[in-house]
């Protein structure tokens, strides 16, 4: 079944704006990671953030984790062009890494 | 050295064919997993193999059958495919510290099959 769902799925955005994507999931959690893909190759990971956390920063992105609404948001300030890409969270509800991928986001930047 | 290669990059076989796709990392890993991903779709899981031993078959059919040679090469080979099979397939790896710990997987950029 489906952790994760992103809400909403494609975004289309101005370079330099921010960029906002949402993800629930069904089940109780150790962490939350967030991959991005460009267009037809692999995932590349961004960030993980665990249960207890409740927003983490990594360069521009920033993550928040609410546990009690079950759900997470990925923003990516300042965009860029090199930022148009898939956007992934996965969860890992058995702990044993058996990635739990929602449907993703499509964030199209225009330069 | 993060990087998780795949060979070959693009395939092209007819249903009647064998054909196998690599993968292989040198970050000392001791998970590797299959995905498998259809166009505009997340990835969904197909096999984990753990210390070299199968430890999940996300209930793949039988005309997919991993193989991990050893702890750095993990292949998939494909017998008698349907045009359905048809995605991308993504190669992973990670450590593997312990049950229960949620690991980033550094994956590989896919061999996109076209099954005819």
């Known amino acids: 079944s489906q952790q994760g769902e992103e809400d909403p799925q494609a975004l289309s955005i101005q370079e330099g704006e921010n960029a906002t994507m949402n993800c629930s999931y069904k089940?109780?959690?150790?962490?939350l990671q967030w991959y991005r893909q460009n267009s037809g190759r692999g995932l590349v990971h961004l960030i993980l953030?665990?249960?207890?956390?409740r927003e983490k920063h990594s360069g521009r992105l920033r993550v928040t984790l609410d546990t009690s609404k079950k759900s997470s948001s990925l923003l990516i300030t300042a965009s860029r062009a090199a930022d148009t890409a898939s956007y992934f969270c996965?969860?890992?509800?058995?702990?044993?890494?058996?990635?739990?991928f929602g449907k993703g986001n499509q964030v199209v930047v225009i330069p | 050295d993060t990087e998780v290669t795949q060979t070959p990059k693009h395939l092209v076989m007819g249903m009647t064919n064998k054909k196998s796709l690599k993968c292989e990392q040198h970050?000392?890993?001791?998970?590797m997993y299959w995905y498998k991903q259809k166009a505009k779709k997340p990835p969904e899981l197909m096999f984990v193999?753990?210390?070299?031993?199968?430890?999940i078959n996300e209930s793949v059919p039988s005309r997919f059958s991993p193989e991990c040679p050893n702890s750095s090469l993990l292949n998939l080979h494909l017998h008698a495919l349907q045009p359905e099979d048809s995605a991308l397939y993504l190669c992973?790896?990670?450590?593997?510290?312990?049950?229960?710990?949620?690991?980033?997987?550094?994956f590989g950029p896919g061999t996109r099959l076209l099954v005819l």
């Open positions: 953030i665990r249960s207890n956390e």
């Open positions: 193999y753990s210390y070299e031993k199968l430890s």
């Open positions: 970050m000392g890993h001791r998970a």
């Open positions: 996965a969860t890992d509800p058995r702990g044993n890494n058996r990635l739990a």
């Open positions: 089940t109780s959690i150790n962490n």
């Open positions: 992973a790896s990670s450590q593997r510290t312990g049950f229960g710990i949620q690991e980033t997987q550094y």
